[in-house]
């Protein structure tokens, strides 16, 4: 059976030297005839055990800071930072219940909470098989891991990350402003003059290796330049519905840390 291809309720399959059989492992409950129909093929290399899988298996997923996801399957956002249990992003992606996915489809959470407009963040739940990492991803200019999360003052530099531009730095223009979105005000929000675009949303800001926020809106783009916001870390950690672990994630991650 080496090298066929299966259906999709079909686990796995291996080959039980002990007692000279071929192991097909099924989905709990399947009665699918494509099923059956691969069982009986392989039936000509010799004796078919099928087998109920305990769980279907799916790749890890690794969740770094400014990787794209989908919400709902549509719209595209970027991740912002990994904290326990899930990961930190704009509120203006996707509301409670809303879906992340890859682009492929494959889950990687759920929106367990998310804040706009008033605030502009979100917590996404993941997956069990979500492998959350310190990191921020780079796009090809070096990734960055996360080693805390100490708020640079007006004029420092900050670098964003997002999956529709990826890595573009400036310096920090303001602090605790007001921005009046169609759909309402957001106050506190920190501008700077690093350009951003439709898909870089929620994506992380750093100040050499310390988080600071995620990307809320602006404007221009990164062809002609342009003012971008970012919602601050601080509020997102410490507001008692959006994380109950007040923690971004730095160094090795204990446990299983978009669209403008």
């Known amino acids: 059976m080496a090298g066929q291809s299966a259906p999709k309720d079909v686990a796995g399959w291996y080959v039980d ?3 000279s059989s071929v192991v097909v ?3 709990q409950g399947t009665t699918a005839a494509d099923v059956t129909t691969f ?12 087998d109920t899988a305990k769980a279907m298996p799916r790749t890890f997923a690794d969740i770094a800071g400014g990787d794209a996801y ?3 399957g549509q719209a595209r956002c970027s991740i912002g930072f ?22 492929d489809g494959e889950p990687i959470g759920t929106f367990a909470f998310s804040s706009f ?14 492998n959350l990492t310190p990191v921020v991803d780079g796009f090809g200019q070096g990734d960055i891991t996360v080693t805390g999360d100490t708020a640079a003052p007006v004029g420092a530099t900050v670098c964003r990350t997002g999956s529709r531009t990826g890595k573009h730095c400036g310096t920090i223009q303001a602090t605790n402003q007001t921005v009046n979105h169609p759909e309402g ?29 995620v990307t809320s809106g602006g404007t221009g783009d990164c062809t002609v330049g342009g003012t971008t916001f970012f919602q601050p ?22 446990h299983a840390p978009h669209s403008r």
């Open 70 to 72: 989908l919400i709902d």
């Open 185 to 213: 005000a957001v106050p506190g929000l920190t501008q700077t003059n690093a350009c951003a675009e439709a898909g870089d949303s929620g994506g992380p800001w750093v100040s050499g290796t310390q988080a600071q926020g």
């Open 17 to 19: 030297v002990k007692n």
């Open 233 to 254: 870390l601080d509020e997102i950690l410490f507001h008692p519905q959006a994380h109950p672990d007040h923690g971004v994630s730095t160094g090795p991650v204990r």
């Open 117 to 130: 407009p008033g605030n502009d963040f979100s917590f996404v739940k993941t997956e069990s098989t979500a």
């Open 25 to 27: 492992q099924v989905k």
């Open 82 to 103: 990994a904290v326990e249990g899930g990961f930190v992003s704009a509120g203006h992606c996707g509301t409670k219940g809303s879906t992340a996915t890859t682009d």
């Open 39 to 50: 069982v009986h093929r392989g039936k000509a290399m010799g004796p078919v055990r099928v």
